[in-house]
T-cell receptor
């Protein structure tokens, strides 16, 4: 069964303290792995799409990487405004729908 | 970039009435629309998938007669919650995708409260 697991469930960091969020997946055929940011009471905001192992993408303080089993979202020197829930989802060869992880709630304390 | 507009952002309705939520793709053709429901502190739960001009495909456990989905054009999909009850209170989010291009763009969500 296709599955996406995110860890940790929640992460509290001090401003400037770098860390990583994990998204592990077991799917029959990966067509794309997506990272989204969601603020409370809002819809998910697109961050990155990764398609093949070894691919990396960056945007400001965020960097996403992909292996054959997992993806990491690295956050460098985070600021309080980076606080949000980060969602990971995958699209497989057999389905156009996204399979979602449960999300990681990131809290950056000033 | 791709933009999806979802309205209303908040709605309060009385039990037994119906509520319609609109989702519009503003600068691309949404060949496929997805409707999600999200409970507090949980991830997105897919309710249904609709392709333009076709009937929606509902996920197991979602009542198609209660959650009516219309996707009559490439830029507009609507979700109507019929005979709403307090247990239907939730956060509803739409997502639009153009299959030829790929990618999934989300609306800003609708907070439905049934009193």
């Amino acid at each position: 069964e296709d599955q996406v697991t995110q860890s940790p469930e929640a992460l509290r960091l001090q401003e400037g303290e770098s860390s990583s969020l994990n998204c592990s997946y077991t799917v029959s055929g990966l067509r794309g792995l997506f990272w989204y940011r969601q603020d409370p009471g809002k819809g998910p905001e697109f961050l990155f799409t990764l398609y093949s192992a070894g691919e990396e993408k960056e945007k400001e303080r965020l960097k996403a990487t992909l292996t054959k089993k997992e993806s990491f979202l690295h956050i460098t020197a985070p600021k309080p405004e980076d606080s949000a829930t980060y969602l990971c989802a995958v699209r497989t060869d057999s389905n156009y729908q996204l399979i979602w992880g449960a999300g990681t709630k990131l809290i950056i304390k000033p | 970039g791709a933009v999806v507009s979802q309205h209303p952002s908040r709605v309060i309705c009385k039990s037994g009435t119906s509520v319609k939520i609109e989702c519009r793709s503003l600068d691309f053709q949404a060949t496929t629309m997805f409707w999600y429901r999200q409970f507090p502190k949980q991830s997105l739960m897919l309710m249904a998938t609709s392709n333009e001009g076709s009937k929606a495909t509902y996920e197991q456990g979602v009542e198609k007669d209660k959650f009516l989905i219309n996707h009559a054009s490439l830029t507009l999909s609507t979700l109507t919650v019929t005979s709403a009850h307090p247990e239907d209170s939730s956060f509803y989010i739409c997502s639009a995708s153009e299959r030829r291009v790929g990618g999934y763009t989300f609306g800003s969500g609708t907070r439905l409260t049934v009193v």
